[in-house]
């Protein structure tokens, strides 16, 4: 049976990636956005593909979306933000916006969607999109870093508690061509993008092939691990 893979925010970036490269490799797709996007029914229609619209952080929205969906095998969590700001100037709304979408919405989707895959054939997968950020904290991110590191931890947790039926993995991408980097960008990202070991971000169809590999059959013995992507940023330091 062709396996069936939900991608939260997949509406753009790097949810997009994942979404286009399942297509291609003939996995079911359903789309996932917060609104349905222009760019969402662009989607839809190329990859002939289901869709679920929900904000993360409605429960009730969230229930009545996925009763909808009949089988999920893989969830992919990629929906996410970043509030990019000095620790001084973050204020309560801004911690409470970052957890509330990067933490408590990733882990209220997963509850929900854990009992369909229970009930489907076979392995079931999920990869959390967490950042390099969630590992090494940096000047501007302390918020959004923070809520990385949850979702990490969150990542061996969830492995352990669904073992052996569903993998859990977390992906530790880098800096990657995306809106979201766009709306960071400054003098100060561009010297980081510079120090990279492999001198450039990546790609967001990079960040899908790991994703893609993880969830494969080619994958049946890593869980609860964060794999980093980040062309060698991480331990450029010397
Ligand atoms: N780009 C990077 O450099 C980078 C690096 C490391 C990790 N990441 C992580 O990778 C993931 C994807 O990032 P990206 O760069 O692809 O971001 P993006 O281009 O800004 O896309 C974010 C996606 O998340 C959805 N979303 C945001 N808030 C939501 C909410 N409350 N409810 C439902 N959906 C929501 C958006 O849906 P709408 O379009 O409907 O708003 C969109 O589909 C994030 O978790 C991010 O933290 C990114």
Sequence with gaps: MTKKMLITGSSRGIGEAIARLAKVRGYDVILHGRTLSPNLIKLVEELEAEYVI??????????????????????????????????EELSDDDWRSIYDINVFGLANVTRHVVPVMRASVGLGKIINIASIKGLYSSVGRVAYASSKAAVINLTTGLAKELAPDILVNAVAPGFTNTEMTKSTWSKRIKDQVESILLQRMADPSEIAKLVLFLVSSENEYITGQAIVIDGGFSIKND
């Design 54 to 87: 929900f904000d993360v952080c409605k429960e009730e929205d969230v229930i009545q979306e996925i009763s909808r969906v009949d089988q999920i095998d893989i969830l992919i969590n990629s929906a996410g933000i970043n509030v990019s700001k000095p620790f």
